[in-house]
């Protein structure tokens, strides 16, 4: 329970022309991370194959698979699936061809689509001038007409000086321009032209074409259009048949490419002889019986199955799998989210599932307010069957009943003063708020002297002993804070026996001095202290563990204290409260509709309660969690488990 999965190591001497079959049952089976193993007189003697070439092949494929899927336009499937019995030669041809037959459509569609653009263009700008038998032949120099067209801002065209010479149509406004049509003669076109620049004039220029108007080119672009539209509906239809025939074979060939990729990538671990190959890697001490019986059925008996314990493996190489009851699984995902405890430490998964149930009910209790976090949580875990979406169904679900718990114990339905009465306890506003913050206090220090214990086991667990009784968070760290405490709870105690200074000895300067000692054997192991003259050096490690000395007492300090955060954000949902039903008192003496008003006052104030109380408690909470607790004992740089696994294949072990 307060542990990881407990880990061996396996090495398996394969045949090589077992190697396939071997790997492919791994990767079904989803039960073991595979490791490289460098060749040696301890392992085999060549070194494992380089793959290089052959994995550039599969990513090839798989781009190109990718590609094409894309420019067919078929969704992703995350469903695996298993793929087709078929060599990558036969996949690069079965690709090739797809790409070849595709390509002609979505090269014939690129162009109808570039067609339909320009003209969708043309056909935007002509609009305007549709039904203006406007020339468009070139100019000509004996021509005796100038026409313009453009356009002007709105707000210039009153300004618009123009000769008696000059015939002028505003057309319809159009995306906050006004278009104009400006008719002159050839004499007057300069006077017109430096009139219009004045305005603001922005020239529309047309293709020109013999014979033709704006209105006959506007029409034959239009009829042009919907032409081009109906040759791409049927390229997108023929598109569409084509994607349909192509989308299982697609699939199985990027499952078939990425599963020939995981093949490859595994082989280049594994130190080989002429004809046997050493698999190496770690899997669950459950899982190994049932996986060394798989091999050698997969191998008719040639195999040689070894398993190691942990023990003598450094703990940076050891996986870390978690595994819990239903139950745990959210809490487990918010110690994961700040990181996997090393093999050998202690694993708090338990102990959040308490301490973050605890710390949330009392910061947010109230029946009312626990009844809809429950129900938001039912509703979630009963609606989706996704894993992660569950977990954080069940997590609200829990929230809403530790939160109805506590609200019992404070009498809060939903703020209700006539309900308070039937407290188990009393209102964290009301009664000693002092006691409820010495009493917040107290979760804190059971919290963190908990984490203290749990980083002395951990060391113990590691061998570490010098960490473990003389760290600051150690044995004597446990015995500074313990210390402290006792000190400031019963100073009065001691001094009127005379003890006061035994004690302070005792429980301050002991530990400091202990502290110090740790560092002077680091010093001595050469671990501490700067790279100088080594009396310099001694003095620095111990002034250095002066330093921490202080650190670690502050460090013990805001940490107890933080926990005061408890009672203020308990008080602050109460008064939170209290303020929406005092507001409504004085809403309910207005001339009209007061007493309606009241009541949407409120509910408004219960709504603000739970959304924004709620999001602080939670936040809070996990943060007393990852600072206060995690800090004392956890590392959160385990390295995660990760078994191999082929493409389009499911765990079957």
């Known amino acids: 329970m307060f542990k990881p999965v407990p880990m061996v190591r396996i090495c398996v001497v394969v045949l090589e022309r077992d190697e396939r079959s071997v790997l492919r049952h791994l990767g079904q089976a989803g039960v073991v991370q595979l490791t490289r193993t460098a060749a040696g007189p301890d392992t085999a003697p060549l070194a494992p194959r380089d793959r290089r070439q052959e994995t550039i092949w599969c990513d090839d494929l798989l781009v190109r698979a990718e590609n094409l899927r894309r420019s067919l336009e078929l969704p992703p499937v995350r469903e695996p699936m298993k793929p087709a019995e078929m060599s990558l030669d036969e996949a690069e041809r079965s690709l090739h061809r797809m790409e070849e037959q595709s390509g002609v459509l979505l090269k014939r569609r690129q162009r109808l689509m570039q067609r339909w653009s320009e003209l969708t263009t043309v056909c935007e700008r002509m609009s305007v001038y549709r039904g203006l038998e406007i020339p468009l032949d070139r100019p000509d120099p004996s021509s005796f007409l100038h026409f313009v067209t453009g356009s002007v801002p709105p707000e210039n ?115 080989r002889t002429e004809t046997a190959v050493l698999v190496a890697g770690w899997t669950p001490g459950a899982d190994a019986p049932a996986l060394e019986q798989r091999l050698r059925e997969t191998t008719r008996g040639r195999c040689v199955f070894r398993t190691t314990a942990p023990e003598s493996s450094d703990e940076d190489q050891i996986p870390v799998l978690l595994r819990h009851p239903r139950l745990l699984r959210p809490f487990e995902m918010l110690v994961t989210a700040y990181g996997l405890p090393r093999y050998r430490e202690l694993e708090p998964t338990l102990l959040v599932a308490v301490s973050y149930l605890l710390m949330f009910g009392m910061m947010f209790g109230d029946v009312g307010h626990g009844l809809v976090l429950a129900g938001v949580g039912l509703a979630v875990l009963f609606r989706t069957h996704r894993a992660q979406w569950r977990d954080a169904g069940l997590l609200l679900l829990f929230c809403g009943l530790s939160s109805f718990g506590f609200g019992a114990a404070y009498g809060s339905y939903f703020g209700l003063p006539q309900l308070k009465h039937f407290a188990l306890w009393r209102d964290p506003l009301e009664g000693d708020p002092m006691g409820f913050m010495s009493a917040a206090i107290g979760v804190g220090i059971v919290l963190m002297s908990l984490g203290l214990a749990l980083n002395v086991i951990n060391h113990l667990r590691r061998r570490r002993v010098l960490d473990g009784f003389l760290g600051k968070f150690g044995v004597a760290g446990l015995v500074f804070y313990w210390g402290a405490l006792t000190l400031l709870l019963n100073f009065t105690f001691f001094e009127s ?91 309910r003496h207005w001339s009209s509709g007061g007493a309606l008003l009241g009541v949407l006052v409120i509910i408004l104030g219960n709504l603000l309660a739970m959304v924004l109380e709620g999001i602080v ?14 800090g004392k004992f956890f590392s959160g740089d385990g390295q995660p488990f990760k078994p191999f696994r082929l493409a389009g294949e499911s765990p079957t072990g």
């Not at 790279?531 to 650190?551: D, I, K, M």
């Not at 408690?617 to 995690?630: G, I, W």
């Open 617 to 630: 408690a939670a936040v809070q909470a996990l943060r007393l969690e990852y600072y206060e607790f995690f």
């Open 157 to 271: 065209l009153a300004k618009l000086q123009v000769g008696d010479d000059v015939v002028l149509l505003a057309l319809p406004p159009q995306e906050g321009r006004q278009p104009l049509l400006a008719m002159t003669t050839r004499r007057g076109r300069a006077a017109l032209e430096a009139a219009l620049r004045e305005a603001g004039f922005q020239p529309e220029t047309f293709p020109a074409v013999e014979g033709a108007t704006l209105h006959t080119c506007s029409e034959t672009s239009r009829h042009e259009q919907e032409q081009v539209a109906a040759e791409l509906a049927q390229s997108n239809a023929e598109l569409q048949t084509l994607a349909e025939k192509y989308a299982r074979p697609l699939r199985e060939i990027r499952q078939r490419a990425g599963q020939e990729r995981s093949l490859l990538d595994a082989e280049q671990n594994f130190p």
């Open 497 to 587: 026996q005379g003890l006061a200074t035994v004690a302070l000895l005792l429980f301050l300067a002991g530990p400091v001095a202990l502290w110090m000692l740790k560092a002077g054997i680091e010093f001595s192991r050469g671990r501490a202290g700067p790279s100088a003259a080594p009396g310099n050096r001694l003095f620095a490690a111990l002034l250095q563990s002066l330093v921490e000395a202080f650190e670690a007492a502050m460090n013990y300090l805001s940490n107890t204290v933080s926990f005061v955060r408890l009672a203020a954000y308990a008080m602050s949902h109460s008064a939170l409260l209290l303020a929406a039903f005092m507001m409504a008192e004085q809403v």
